[in-house]
């Protein structure tokens, strides 16, 4: 079964604090991994797709990597404007269309 | 171009009442999706409709319907309300994900805030 695993579930950051949140997992054939941010009351806002190991991308403050059993999505000097919800989903061979998500990670940055 | 756009925002209804979401994109997406995102679940999907006329399952599809009959339009209905389908709902839709990777993204509507008393 496929099933992505999202860590830690909330952070806590200073303003300037550098820290990366992890998504793992394990899937018949990733076809695409995807992350999204979420602000509390609206819908998912899209950030990135990756789709091979060793792929990177950055926007702004934020850098998403990708190997072939995680992701990781670093915040380099986050400002209090980067707290959100961060989500992580993949397509794979087996759920065709579907995005499969995981439970997101919680981020604070306070000033 | 608005995107992906949710009615209503908010509903409350009591047990056994139906009722119909509407969501709309002016993207020319072919694809379009209902999710609901529950507290510790993440978002889970409930039905998926791969162009005009067509609907399928998602992982979550009991005590819902859905109809594409337009394709800029996707609707999704419960025909009787329970306390277990109070959540959030949200659509989303994408061009082409079986097709060139520049076109599988899904864009998220607002969401819609049912409750069922």
């Known amino acids: 079964e496929d099933q992505v695993t999202q860590s830690p579930e909330a952070l806590r950051l200073q303003e300037g604090e550098s820290s990366s949140l992890n998504c793992s997992y394990t899937?018949?054939?990733?076809?695409?991994l995807f992350w999204y941010r979420q602000d509390p009351g609206k819908g998912p806002e899209f950030l990135f797709t990756?789709?091979?190991a060793g792929e990177e991308k950055e926007k702004e403050r934020l850098k998403a990597t990708l190997t072939k059993k995680e992701s990781f999505l670093h915040i380099t000097a986050p400002k209090p404007e980067d707290s959100a919800t961060y989500l992580c989903?993949?397509?794979?061979?087996?759920?065709?269309?579907?995005?499969?998500f995981g439970k997101g990670t919680t981020l604070s940055v306070s000033s | 171009n608005a995107g992906v756009t949710q009615t209503p925002k908010f509903r409350v209804l009591k047990t056994g009442q139906s009722m119909t979401l509407l969501c709309a994109q002016d993207?020319?997406?072919?694809?379009m999706y209902w999710y609901r995102q529950d507290p510790g679940m993440g978002l889970r999907l409930i039905h998926y409709?791969?162009?005009?006329?067509?609907?399928a399952k998602g992982e979550v599809p009991d005590g819902y319907n859905v109809s594409r009959l337009k394709k800029q339009n996707f609707l999704l209905g419960l025909e009787s309300a329970a306390p277990s389908q109070t959540s959030v709902y949200f659509c989303?839709?994408?061009?082409?994900?079986?097709?060139?990777?520049?076109?599988?993204?899904?864009?998220f509507g607002p969401g819609t805030r049912l409750t069922v008393l």
């Open positions: 989303a839709s994408s061009y082409d994900p079986s097709g060139d990777r520049s076109t599988d993204t899904q864009y």
């Open positions: 993207m020319n997406h072919e694809y």
């Open positions: 899937v018949s054939g990733l076809r695409g």
């Open positions: 990756l789709y091979s």
């Open positions: 989903a993949v397509r794979t061979n087996q759920a065709g269309t579907a995005l499969i």
């Open positions: 409709s791969v162009g005009e006329g067509t609907t």
